[in-house]
């Protein structure tokens, strides 16, 4: 692997990093929102963001 190569694949690492954890984050709030409000609605919301998380941990 060449140095280009490989520092093209750390930097897609990174941003891809860097989207979970925001995506988590907003997950993380929404989920605390959805309890204090008892918001069935924003958990079931909830609850598919976080199976996307799941996703993209396994890639």
Not at 2 to 26: C, H, M, P, W
Not at 33 to 54: C, G, H
Request: charged share 35%; proline share 0%.
């Amino acid at each position: 692997m060449s140095r280009k190569s490989f520092d093209q694949v750390l930097s897609e690492l990174n941003y891809d990093v860097v989207e979970l954890g925001a995506l988590t984050i907003q997950v993380l709030e929404e989920s605390k929102d959805a309890l204090e409000n008892i918001n069935v609605a924003l958990a079931k919301k909830t609850i598919k963001r976080d199976e996307l998380i799941d996703q993209k941990e396994k890639v």
